[in-house]
């Protein structure tokens, strides 16, 4: 009988190094149950960072799309700017050519007698013709921006005039033009000729000749 007894105590520790071995077992395989995770992880990374690289290149794409339209709205904006200027300022060279025409028809009105006209009927009828032609020619100047520039009495522009001569003046403050020897003209804002005027200047006082016999 104690053959039997002893037998049956052996077999609880006949069965632990088999428990022993299968928590082993278990032990060993949790690495590598962790494997796929970890290459699950690595894969997520590596979307992630291809992710922001792709948000990286979107905007610099955005950057370089918005620099582009607005390249294209300023050489639009430019194109038509100068497209303006070349169509209002088109006639200033044939304007600058007209002038000296449209000076001599002032002067040829400026020597228009009143009294001539009134005793003469051929002569009124001629004055009458030329006055007639300048108003017209001052009407589509007028029209096409061209204005000219008579300045007696105003004050000295040079943006505007060209002194040609300062007169001793103390009845009028210093610079204001006293005598316009050829009238000016502008085109909208642009100069076509200035006009050449005399300007005012305020007289040296005279030196004191007493006093300096004096001292000396």
Known sequence: ??????ENERTPEAESPELSGQSGASAQADPVADVPVSKEHEALSRVIA??????????????????A???????????????????????????RDLV???????RAADTLDEQTRKSN?????????IEMTLR???SVCE???VKRIWPLGEMFDHNLHQAVVQIDDAEHPAGTVLQVMQAGYVIHDRLLRPAMVAVAKTPQAPADTHALDTEA
């Open 143 to 145: 029209r096409f921006g």
């Open 136 to 138: 017209e020619v001052a």
């Open 121 to 129: 009927e051929r002569f009124d009828r001629y004055a009458e013709g």
């Open 50 to 67: 291809e992710a922001e690289q792709l948000r990286v290149q979107t905007g610099e794409l955005r950057d370089q799309l918005l620099r």
């Open 69 to 95: 339209v607005a390249e294209t709205e300023n050489v639009r904006r430019r194109a038509q700017r100068d497209q303006g200027e070349t169509s209002k300022y088109a006639i200033s060279g044939f304007a």
């Open 1 to 6: 009988m104690q053959p039997l007894e002893q």
């Open 100 to 106: 000296s025409a449209i000076d001599n028809l002032y």
